[in-house]
């Protein structure tokens, strides 16, 4: 079983958080993919400052990464285990240039993933930002995974640009990566 370590940056806290670790494993389950999720730090990280891009105005991805990349490997050595997938959660406006509006993203060669709740928010009720956040979340998880893109558009892998279209979206991989999912392995992917 994959252990998801969550690393929460910034004002991402709470209820957020402990509806996001069921969701995210009850949507992965149903993929018969089994994972078992958990906060590896006791509180919200201090946003990596080295990661703000003042030029740009936003956070670079990278910054996130590098600082997850610590947190990961300070955890697997203090209590012996093995973390396969990270995902950092933060408020603020992420970006990874060239890609500049993205809700979230996904670096494969570490296995980590990042979603941004800062646009996700948007117009929402806490219903749809719920279900947002664990769309994005499933979405990015997916790439670490190796799912590329999608083309149903109920699909989590499938591309969003607008929230609208993420609302669109189930919480169900469709089976297609349903099947990919369960071979588990990892692919070269890189993307938003
Ligand atoms: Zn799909
Ligand atoms: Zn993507």
């Not at 012996?80 to 500049?100: A, E, G, N």
């Not at 296995?111 to 979340?137: D, M, P």
Request: charged fraction near 25%; hydrophobic fraction near 40%; proline fraction near 4%.
């Amino acid at each position: 079983m994959d252990l998801i370590g969550i690393i929460p940056t910034g004002k991402v806290w709470g209820i957020i958080l402990r509806d996001l670790l069921l969701d995210v494993k009850t949507a992965f389950e149903k993929a018969e993919k089994e994972v078992y999720l958990d906060i590896l730090t006791e509180r919200p990280y201090p946003l990596p400052r080295l990661a703000f891009d003042v030029n740009l105005g936003k956070y670079r991805v990278e910054g996130f990464f590098l600082k997850a990349l610590d947190i990961k490997t300070e955890v697997e050595r203090v209590h012996h285990i093995s973390i396969q997938k990270v995902l950092v959660l933060t408020d603020v406006d992420i970006c990874d240039p060239p890609h500049m509006d993205g809700f979230g993203y996904a670096d494969m060669t570490h296995l980590f993933a990042i979603v941004s709740i800062y646009r996700l928010q948007r117009g929402a009720t806490k219903l749809v930002f719920r279900e947002r956040l664990v769309k994005e979340s499933l979405h990015e998880l997916g790439h670490t995974y190796g799912l590329d893109h999608c083309s149903k558009s109920s699909c989590p892998m499938s591309l969003s640009a607008s929230v609208m279209e993420i609302d669109a979206k189930t919480t169900e991989f469709c089976p297609r990566c349903k099947a990919m999912l369960s071979d588990s392995g990892y692919g070269e992917y890189w993307g938003v």
